[in-house]
């Protein structure tokens, strides 16, 4: 019990930065070890290199940070909650649009946001297995599950579906593997245009025919 509490205690932030040049600081550490980790991988990642690529000294990093996976599950929460935010922002104001364009919008985001985050979103876990227990809660569609559910509570009158929670998960789920999916193979050459098409064709035929 005791190595489980310090196994999730090295995973946590030592402190939040509050001041603004600690902020500072905490950006320019999470920064740096993602462009070392895409750059020459996890291993490659100490904290004396972090460090120096932040432009900090490592005493300044372990006030933050107790080792390099804090910083790792600080940068995907970091990510994770601030492309859940434009999620948020952007459902709040197709509320009242028409369901279809609004499905269009709303793989548009998508799309960009997980293009924009490939890495740290899909693929960063892959170098740090070990976090993957402490990082099962960080998705954005579990940040952003209150207002996707209000969203076709919204647009009810245009569903065939009964079980909307369901129909949310399902659709959570087929939208993230095929942008995954096509992130990172994408056999048939498909342009993004055309897979937001079929991303918005997909939904909304499970949703209404």
């Not at 905490?26 to 920064?31: M, N, R, Y």
């Not at 946001?113 to 402490?134: G, S, T």
């Not at 954005?140 to 559910?149: A, D, Q």
């Amino acid at each position: 019990m005791t190595n489980q509490k310090q196994q999730m205690n090295d995973v946590d932030r030592r402190k939040d930065p509050k001041q603004q040049r600690a902020v500072v600081t905490a950006e320019a550490i999470t920064q740096a070890t993602q462009q070392i980790i895409i750059r020459e991988g996890f291993k490659k990642a100490t904290t004396n290199r972090i460090a120096e690529v932040a432009g900090v000294s490592v005493g300044s990093l372990y006030q933050y940070f107790p080792n390099k996976q804090a910083i790792v599950r600080t940068l995907i929460q970091e990510t994770v909650t601030k492309a859940a935010m434009r999620v948020r922002t952007l459902l709040r104001d197709l509320m009242d649009e028409p369901l279809e364009p609004a499905l269009r919008q709303i793989m548009t985001l998508l799309l960009e946001i997980y293009k924009e985050n490939d890495f740290i979103i899909f693929r960063i876990l892959d170098q740090v297995p070990e976090l993957k227990e402490y990082t099962n809660n960080l998705a954005i569609e579990i940040y952003t599950y209150s207002t996707n559910l209000a969203f076709l509570e919204q647009h009810q009158a245009d569903l065939t579906v009964t079980d909307i929670k369901t129909s949310l998960l399902l659709i959570e789920r087929a939208t993230i593997h095929n942008i995954e999916y096509f992130l990172a193979h994408n056999p048939t050459n498909m342009t993004e245009e055309q897979l937001i098409d079929e991303l918005t064709r997909m939904t909304l035929n499970y949703l209404t025919a």
